[in-house]
Structure formats: C-alpha cells, structure tokens
C-alpha cells in the first residue's frame, strides 16, 4: 500500500510557505519526503545579496515593534497561543513529513513553543520592566537598570527539532523587542515557515520575522556578520565557526552543541520504569535528539536483569512510515544520516563490539530506516564509544560502584544532559549533583528538564555556551542600560573646599553608609 501524503500538505499550501524565502538567483534545493523520498517542494536558496536584504527590512520593522508598549507585543503571543494549539495537526504533518519522525514525537514538537509563550508572558513584564537602583549617594543620586532589545537576532535551528528550535528560541526574543532572521535546515525548513505564518496572522508585523535558506557554508558567515546576536543549536565542529566570528564581529551568542550523554542506573531502581525510560531515552525522535542517551551504565550486580528486559522491550518497538500514532519509531532524517549512523555501528562491531539487537538499515520500510540497536563491548577507540551518533543507538556499560559510574558517565569532552535513576530519590539527586552536565535528570532521562521553561537549560565543556529558558532565555536577547541621574552637584569638592577637608568628609561618609547599611 502506497503511504499517501496527508491532504494538508496540498501543492498550493507548500508552495506558499515556500514563497516567503528570499531568493533571487540562489537556485533550489529538492525538499523531500524522507518517508518516500519523493519531492515535496523546491525550497528556493537565499544568495548573501538576499540575507543583506532580508536583514534590512527586519531592521526597518524592528524599529517600530521595539517603540510599542510591551503590553502591546505581548497581545500577539497571547492571540498566537491560541493559534498554535488549533493548527497543531497541520504543524505535525509538516514535521512528520520533512523529518520522518513518528507522529507521537511530531505532536509534542508542537507544544513546545506554546509552552514557552506561556511562561514567557507571565515572565517577561517583570524582566523587562526597569529597576531602579540606588546611586552612589543616598537620595541625591539614583540608577536605573533598562533593558533594550538587541536588534536583529540571528537564529540558525537544527534539522531534527526545526519547529521548536526555530518558532520557540524566536519567541522571547520577540517578545523583548528584537527582529528575528531565521535559517533553518534546508531539510526541515517548512514547519518554521508555518510557524512565523502562524505568527503573522497573531498580529506580528510583517518583515520582522524572516526565514533564509541554504547550506551553512553558503550563507552562515553572511547571517553572522548581520546580526546582532546569534543563537545556534547544532554540532560543536559548527558552533566553534559560529563562535569564532561571532567573537570577532564583538556580538554575543548562545550555543547548544552536541553531547554523548550517560545514563546511570542505581542498584535500587525500579527495572520496568529503567526500560521504559531508556527506551525513550535512546530511540524517542529516532535517536535524534541532542539530550537522548547513548550511554547506559547498569550495576553489575543487576546487569542481566536490565540488559534482557531492555533487550526485549527494544524488539517489541513498532517502527514504521506512517501519518497516525501507530509506529514507536519513525525514521532518521535522510539516507545520509542513516550511513553516518550505519557506520558508527559497523565501526564499532569491526572492533569488537556485540549487536545485542538491531544494528541494519530497514530498506523495506523506506529509505532512511535503521533499527533500534543496543551495543555491548563498545570502547573508547570506536566512534560509538566517543562521538556523538545521533540515531537509535545506545551502549551498555557494566559498573561496580558508583564512584565507578560517576567517573565514567564524566569520561567525556561532552556535557549537555544525563540521567540518574534510582528508588532513594534523595541519593540520586547527590549522584547527579557529581555529573559534569548542564542538565541533569532524575528518575526521567530528558523531557523534565527540557520542558522546564523556567529554569536554563544549557551545556557545558564542549556542549556549549550560555542557555535557553529562564530568566537568561530572555534576558540575552537585551543589552542593559543604565540610566543614572544626580540631582543635586554634590559630587566632588564644593568652590573653594579645602581637600583635605573634602577627602575627610568623603571617607567618613563612605564608613558611615556601610555602619547603617546605606551602601
């Protein structure tokens, strides 16, 4: 049976999307199906001479949204919350379609950037509201902390959360004043299209938020120089590039790298929550998503009793192509991506390593299908061992005591997300407290910290540089200026005063201050 594209996505619908890419003689790139490979669109390529312009016209708009009350800009998102949530079934057969993802995981995507709406319109009146300080003298002076917007924000978003990555790393820095220039993957460029659509019929000023596309080499240096912030989310190898000229062009950025995360297992774990959560943990998004496992430590003593009842769950996993909620797993995002992920396994079984379960392409359901695979033997000279794989692939990792565990879980250039399971809650907390990772769970292996707007969310080593969510989601997106006002000339010596004298009363007033607490 031929799996039929779902009646949203009509030719028309695509093409508008499509339409809002500036490109003048960039060409196209084929965007395709991945379940299919068939064509979906051509996705138009933006030349630099487009950036040049697109970055222009989000100027020229930014201007005007920046001198609206902050009531005013928070009315869209409110109006665009709504929007979000109704139109979710047509934003997941987007996603569903230029990612290959299964339908469970495209709907959650979804939710992320009205989940971060919410937060930030309870948040941002008192972030961005100004603070006054006390100046350096009592009464007669005062400091006043105000947060204006950067300008124009650069946002480059990553191809296996292209909704919620592009639409909600946007969302704050709207909402603090900023206009948004938006490159997404050439791969998953059409949810992010909708999404500003989306946002647009909210009441968001037209211009302010545009969409360039084309391959990083092309068209990243000509986005960085443009900018006056960037946020990336993607590989350490890229974000090392972007920091670089970002560092040079004196503008600051947030990155989100790669990580090659542990998951501990304490010897008081409960054996069915543990399966069920390294499933998730290692094949949810196919394996494609930056805080997923690939390394599960399990204690020696309970090691078979994990691995088997793993192993098992693994092989009951559905995956398949489909537009409803049936399969588990869907598939990776293109045929490439399934051979990097092909090779990290044939790399490591050359050298010793034992396929448990899985370990093949699955070419029979489509193009870029690979098996759920669990590893065992896997070392530090395989680049499963080492480098960030990205698919549906996880080790297992034997341990004898949890210092053991700690040491090996921390044996990593990487540091974005780990997991600590384990029946005393309250240990395993201590145990995560020793992770060298920017998030960290307990008893889940993921989705509580990411979904935690309140709190950052960031990595650390080479996962990263600054955080999403939070306070500082926001707050990065600002530059502070301080407003200080001195009402009265009392700063320095008065006509005629002796110094001395001046300098006398200045020190006694400073001691003074700080006996009655003042200053």
């Not at 000509?222 to 993607?234: E, Q, S, W």
């Not at 200045?506 to 201050?513: D, Q, R, S």
Request: aromatic share 6%; with cysteine; hydrophobic share 40%.
């Amino acid at each position: 049976m031929t799996l039929q594209r779902p009646a949203t996505l009509t030719d028309d619908f695509l093409a508008a999307l499509v339409a809002r890419v500036p490109s003048s003689d960039g060409g196209s790139w084929k965007l395709t199906e991945v379940y299919t490979g068939e064509l979906l669109v051509e996705l138009p390529q933006s030349t630099p001479a487009d950036i040049e312009r697109a970055f222009a016209t989000a100027r020229a708009a930014q201007v005007d949204w920046a001198r609206r009350p902050l009531k005013q800009r928070l009315e869209v998102f409110k109006r665009a919350h709504t929007l979000f949530l109704d139109r979710a079934q047509v934003t997941t057969d987007l996603i569903q379609a230029e990612s290959g993802k299964n339908r469970r995981m495209a709907i959650e995507e979804t939710c992320d950037p009205p989940m971060v709406m919410s937060h930030y319109l309870k948040r941002a009146p008192k972030l961005l509201a100004p603070v006054k300080r006390g100046g350096p003298v009592p009464f007669l002076t005062t400091s006043t902390e105000i947060r204006q917007p950067k300008g124009v924000v650069g946002i480059i978003a990553p191809w296996n959360f292209p909704f919620a990555t592009g639409i909600s790393d946007s969302i704050s820095a709207l909402m603090a004043g900023n206009a948004i220039v938006l490159k997404p993957d050439n791969k998953t460029a059409l949810s992010p299209l909708y999404g500003v659509a989306l946002l647009e019929e909210a009441g968001l000023p037209q211009g302010l938020f545009q969409v360039v596309c084309g391959e990083g080499p092309d068209i990243g240096p000509t986005l960085i120089d443009n900018a006056n912030y960037v946020m990336f989310t993607g590989s350490t190898a890229t974000g090392r590039v972007i920091g670089e000229r970002a560092g040079r062009n004196l503008i600051g950025c947030c990155l989100e790298l790669g990580g090659k995360n542990p998951m501990i297992v304490l010897d008081d774990a409960d054996l069915d929550d543990v399966v069920q959560g390294a499933i998730f943990g290692a094949f949810g998004n196919t394996g494609q998503i930056c805080m997923h496992i690939e390394r599960l430590y399990l204690p020696e003593s309970r090691y078979d009793e994990f691995r088997d009842a793993f192993v098992a769950a693994t092989e009951a996993l559905r995956i398949g192509a489909a537009y409803d909620f049936g399969p588990d797993m869907g598939s990776l995002v293109s045929s490439e991506h399934m051979e990097r992920v092909k090779s990290h396994v044939d790399d490591a079984v050359a050298k010793g390593a034992r396929v448990l379960t899985g370990g093949r392409p699955r070419p029979d359901l489509g193009p870029a299908f690979f098996e759920p695979t669990i590893l065992e033997g896997v070392t530090k000279d395989m680049l499963a061992g080492v480098t960030e794989t990205f698919g549906p692939v996880i080790a297992l990792h034997r341990y004898r005591t949890v210092d053991e565990a700690v040491a090996l879980a921390n044996d990593t250039e990487y540091g974005l997300n780990a997991s600590v399971w384990g029946g005393d809650v309250a240990n395993a907390c201590q145990v995560g407290k020793r992770l060298q990772s920017g998030n960290v769970n307990v008893n889940d292996v993921l989705a509580t910290a990411f979904a935690s707007k309140g709190t950052p969310s960031g990595g650390v080593k080479q996962s990263g540089v600054g955080a999403r969510h939070g306070d500082q989601g926001l707050l990065k997106y600002t530059d502070v200026q301080q407003l200080a006002v001195l009402k009265k000339q009392v700063m320095g010596a008065r006509p005629g005063q002796d110094y001395d004298e001046y300098v006398k009363s200045m020190l006694g007033g400073l001691k003074m201050m700080r006996r009655t607490g003042i200053r």
